[in-house]
T-cell receptor
Framework: AQRVTQPEKLLSVFKGAPVELKCNYS??????LFWYVQYSRQRLQLLLRHISRESIKGFTADLNKGETSFHLKKPFAQEEDSAMYYC??????????FGKGTMLLVSP | NAGVTQTPKFQVLKTGQSMTLQCAQDMNHNSMYWYRQDPGMGLRLIYY???????DKGEVPNGYNVSRLNKREFSLRLESAAPSQTSVYFC?????????????FGQGTRLTVV
């Protein structure tokens, strides 16, 4: 069965500090992984997908098949990064399996 | 361009009452989904519709029914609401057809069952 694990419910950092939100997955096929973000009072939206290998809002994520991980990183956190972050895996025919989410709080 | 629109935004039900959550998209997407979001549980798939005319159960379908009315609309029905169904419900769409595409979400419906 497909599973996405986000071990941290809450990650609290100071502005300017590096951020790493962890995501591990289990999937028997070739994974298609995403990071979605939900800012306060806004709808869930795509932040990154692994196939595009892009940097959005300073965030990057690298797929490590050996460690079955897709951690989200940003070198210098900003207050506007405070949000709920979900790692998600495409589990076949475009159905997404989500992790339980990590709340990122960036303090001034 | 509205994207994905859910109605209502808020609802309070008494145990045993029924209601239908509506979702409409104007993105010409094939696939539509209903998720529920609970604290500490993330988003869990209730039902999905890979294309017009088809529906399938997700991870937590019990207590729900769905109807894919046409390509644009996908409704979620609670026949006899229970307090355990208190949650935030999200509708989502994507291009589907097995491709790796971005999912677009509605703004959510916050449902409380008392």
């Amino acid at each position: 069965a497909q599973r996405v694990t986000q071990p941290e419910k809450l990650l609290s950092v100071f502005k300017g500090a590096p951020v790493e939100l962890k995501c591990n997955y289990s999937y028997s096929g070739s994974p298609e992984l995403f990071w979605y973000v939900q800012y306060s009072r806004q709808r869930l939206q795509l932040l990154l997908r692994h196939i595009s290998r892009e940097s959005i809002k300073g965030f990057t994520a690298d797929l490590n098949k050996g460690e079955t991980s897709f951690h989200l990183k940003k070198p210098f956190a900003q207050e506007e990064d405070s949000a709920m972050y979900y790692c998600a895996l495409n589990s076949g025919y475009s159905t997404l399996t989500f992790g339980k989410g990590t709340m990122l709080l960036v303090s001034p | 361009n509205a994207g994905v629109t859910q109605t209502p935004k808020f609802q309070v039900l008494k145990t045993g009452q029924s209601m239908t959550l509506q979702c409409a998209q104007d993105m010409n997407h094939n696939s539509m989904y209903w998720y529920r979001q609970d604290p500490g549980m993330g988003l869990r798939l209730i039902y999905y519709s890979a294309s017009e005319g088809t529906t399938d159960k997700g991870e937590v379908p019990n207590g729900y029914n769905v109807s894919r009315l046409n390509k644009r609309e996908f409704s979620l029905r609670l026949e006899s609401a229970a307090p355990s169904q208190t949650s935030v419900y999200f509708c989502a769409t994507d291009e589907g057809q097995g491709g790796v595409t971005e999912a677009f979400f509605g703004q959510g419906t916050r449902l409380t069952v008392v």
